[in-house]
């Protein structure tokens, strides 16, 4: 049990530019989330996974936003035509499966646009 | 909907004090309650979970808290506070199906020597 690894830890874009991250999973976990964090904030919900399926979405999420996981296991989070408003600490989290199990997290990515 | 409210966004207790956060939550149906921590430039860590049965949890590294369905609360305690207890606390609840988890807004706990 490696925990839950983020790619990059930081990264700095300019405004526009788009930014792709990542996140490997605990390895037999099926359930894989995306949080969002801000300064003074507890993680937002994003989205979350069961396997390869995305299946629910954050409302607050714009489509500006996309994230796979393809064959279930890592997962990407893109935002294109990034804003000073996605400035943020972007969190991952696994758990083996639904139901009140615990998520474990990752260190997280943080996101500076400039 | 669920969402969980935390009373105090900073606590400061002594060394050796009783730590006390405080955290009540909404929720149309009976939620899973949770404490995880976050120390400086780490990820969070679960602390403690309430489900069903017995209403008083106990957790990793002292720490437990009372699920009170009267009062909408789900407090975190600890006797006595330790140095290395300072971190970032918060407060979660989520459906029975688990599809979400809801934070609060974090408390943030200093350890005075």
């Known amino acids: 049990d490696t925990g839950v690894s983020q790619n990059p830890r930081h990264k700095i874009t300019k405004r526009g530019q788009n930014v792709t991250f990542r996140c490997d999973p605990i390895?037999?976990?099926?359930?894989l989330y995306w949080y969002r964090q801000t300064l003074g904030q507890g993680p937002e919900f994003l989205t979350y996974?069961?396997?390869?399926?995305?299946?629910?979405k954050s409302r607050l999420l714009s489509d500006r936003f996309s994230a796979e996981r393809p064959k279930g296991s890592f997962s990407t989070l893109e935002i294109q035509r990034t804003e000073q408003g996605d400035s943020a600490m972007y969190l991952c989290?696994?758990?083996?499966?639904?139901?009140?199990?615990?998520?474990?997290f990752g260190s997280g990515t943080q996101l500076s646009v400039l | 909907a669920q969402s969980v409210t935390q009373l105090g966004s900073h606590v400061s207790v002594s060394e050796g004090a009783l730590v006390l956060l405080r955290c009540n939550y909404s929720?149309?149906?009976?939620?899973?309650l949770f404490w995880y921590v976050q120390y400086p430039n780490q990820g969070l860590q679960l602390l403690l979970k309430?489900?069903?049965?017995?209403?008083l949890v106990k957790g990793i590294n002292g720490f437990e808290a009372e699920f009170k369905k009267s009062e909408t609360s789900f407090h975190l305690t600890k006797p006595s506070a330790h140095m290395s207890d300072a971190a970032e606390y918060f407060c979660?609840?989520?459906?029975?199906?688990?599809?979400?988890?809801?934070f609060g807004t974090g408390t943030s706990l200093t350890v005075i020597p």
């Open positions: 989290a696994s758990s083996l499966r639904a139901t009140n199990e615990k998520l474990f």
């Open positions: 390895s037999e976990h099926n359930r």
């Open positions: 996974f069961q396997n390869e399926a995305q299946l629910e």
């Open positions: 929720s149309s149906v009976p939620p899973y």
């Open positions: 309430y489900t069903t049965g017995a209403t």
């Open positions: 979660a609840v989520s459906d029975r199906a688990g599809n979400q988890f809801y």
